[in-house]
């Protein structure tokens, strides 16, 4: 089992920032992949960014140039910041952890349990 522990949401203005972080604890070893996801009311979740275990990473068109994901390996940490907030970033952001087991290849996704980020005047 892997956990996953969430923090960094809150309430910002336009064009702030914020940086959401989340640790990972149990059996981490398997994991390959970490990343973000958010969802809106009224939205699917998406994928917002994601970091492999060899450091290669994607983002999302519309966060792309504004957010960077990065890791911390000593702290089995990754983050999530987010620069020139917009309106249309308010979601519930959950943080995501892929684990592949070796001998087979069979994956299985862990989550987080979500955290607020809410971008309004």
């Known amino acids: 089992q892997v956990q996953l522990v969430e923090s960094g949401g809150g309430l910002v203005q336009p064009g702030g920032s914020l940086r959401l972080s989340c640790a990972a604890s149990?059996?981490?070893?398997?994991?390959?992949?970490m990343g973000w996801y958010r969802q809106a009311p009224v939205n699917q979740r998406e994928l917002v960014a994601v970091?492999?275990?060899?450091?290669?990473?994607n983002y999302a068109g519309s966060v792309k140039g504004r957010f960077t994901i990065s890791r911390d390996n000593a702290k089995n940490t990754v983050y999530l910041q987010m620069n020139s907030l917009k309106p249309e970033d308010t979601a519930f952001y959950y943080c995501n952890a892929a684990s592949r087991r070796a001998n087979d290849g069979y994956e299985y996704d862990y989550w987080g349990q979500g955290t607020q980020v809410t971008v309004s005047s």
């Open positions: 970091i492999t275990s060899g450091g290669i990473t």
């Open positions: 149990g059996n981490i070893f398997n994991i390959v992949a």
